[in-house]
């Protein structure tokens, strides 16, 4: 369990810079694999200011105690506001007033630093992302896309929300041509999202025509949907672009991940998860591509061949994200997020691959190269844990502190903070 130094530094002291925050002797995963030995790492401000071998020295020192420091975790597609409790907007109000701030702080308590929210109402999102960013709700960093844009009549507006008008409005952007879905795109940026979220399809087969039946294990009623044609695919991608945004579809198919790819997609939420991936090609494709694949196996391990699919692009070196799905009603914030980490494990990966995932490759996902990595330079978001996470990934369940933006923000040794 690490140890904070009870031994204040004399910050007017003459020798080696004094640091605002170190912590000794740690073992360190550094977003991309372990470094050998062990490490002080020094915090100055939001920034990781060294990665030292030698004895650094510090305001306040905490011994990890041969412990490992690693990045804080990114999950990159999560939804934050309860689908089924808000469905207008006095129902919306009591979650920002009485639900939101706990699961917030659910994720801090698990060791998750950053989340992407991927399909949230835009004006409720982006005032709690504000609202975080400012210090006034405790929480991790808030990365958000505002709606999930989708076709009219398509997932999950006629799936998930097909009997509350009001909410289906909100949660998600309908459209029916390439004009609208330009211009939704471009009023999202207006509005300053992290990234751009498109829905192609929702999860079963079709028979290459535009309406077919939806079926998943969570909603066991098949559903009739539109798919989004892909010329409005391929337009709300191009319109992503012109505004220096990310974008990235839900696709559940080969097919549909062939299509978003070719039409210019830089990820794949959920990725092929219905059908054995058995197109080599396709995965070809996504190494040319330089495609993210997320595979949120905490939703999709009831489809039986998820997990295979991901041991395959992972093993032909495709880009792992780490993103759970999680959404209220199942579950626990947070704690799901951890799940998908042992979920990819038992997939196939390594603990080292997932904990890359978590870190580096969603830093990647979300494009902030601030984040995900124990460097000097890089924003300070980190966990100590106990044990080596690298050997097993049920370590990081083992945590002992979480700093974020610099600042201690959750230690297990003082359950007060």
Request: aromatic letters at 4%; one cysteine or more.
């Amino acid at each position: 369990m690490p140890q904070e130094s009870g031994t204040a530094v004399n910050a007017g002291a003459r020798g080696p810079a004094i640091h605002d925050l170190v912590i000794r002797r740690a073992h360190v995963f550094d977003g991309h694999q372990a470094l050998a030995g062990l490490y002080d790492v020094a915090i100055d401000g939001e920034e990781i200011a060294s990665v030292s071998a030698e004895p650094l020295r510090g305001r306040r020192e905490v011994d990890a105690a041969e412990g490992w420091v690693m990045p804080g975790l990114i999950d990159t597609h999560i939804h934050l506001y309860d689908v089924h409790a808000v469905s207008g907007p006095d129902s919306m109000r009591a979650f920002e007033e009485h639900e939101l701030p706990g699961k917030l702080g659910l994720f801090l308590d698990h060791g998750i630093t950053t989340v992407k929210s991927v399909g949230d109402p835009t004006d409720g999102i982006l005032d709690t992302r504000s609202k975080i960013a400012a210090g006034a709700l405790r929480g991790p960093r808030l990365l958000a896309t505002g709606c999930g844009i989708t076709g009219r009549d398509g997932h999950p507006a006629v799936t998930v929300f097909g009997d509350s008008p009001w909410a289906r409005e909100r949660f998600t952007g309908e459209v029916d041509s390439v004009r609208q879905i330009r211009d939704l795109v471009h009023h999202l940026a207006d509005r300053e999202v992290d990234a751009i979220k498109l829905l192609s399809e929702g999860a079963c087969a079709h028979s290459g025509g535009l309406g077919y039946l939806w079926r998943y294990p969570v909603f066991p009623d098949g559903v009739e949907l539109v798919r989004l044609p892909v010329e409005l695919l391929r337009a709300g991608i191009e319109a992503g672009h012109e505004r220096g945004l990310r974008v990235t579809v839900h696709t559940t198919q080969q097919a549909a991940a062939r299509e978003a790819i070719e039409a210019g997609a830089d990820g794949l939420e959920h990725g092929v998860t219905v059908e054995p991936l058995t197109d080599h090609s396709l995965i070809d494709l996504m190494l040319e591509r330089g495609i993210t694949y997320t595979p949120t196996l905490w939703i999709d391990d009831a489809h039986p061949d998820a997990r295979g699919n991901l041991k395959k692009v992972a093993e032909a070196g495709v880009h792992i994200a780490l993103g759970s799905d999680t959404f209220s009603g199942r579950g626990l914030f947070g704690a799901n997020t951890l799940e998908e980490a042992e979920l990819m494990v038992a997939a196939g990966l390594t603990p080292a691959q997932v904990l890359a995932a978590g870190t580096s490759g969603a830093s990647r996902q979300c494009v902030r190269p601030d984040l995900g990595a124990v460097a000097p330079g890089k924003r300070a978001d980190l966990l100590v844990l106990n044990s080596d996470p690298t050997a097993d990934i049920g370590s990081i369940r083992d945590l002992g502190m979480v700093i974020l933006n610099g600042e201690l923000t959750v230690d297990k040794r003082d359950p007060h903070l």
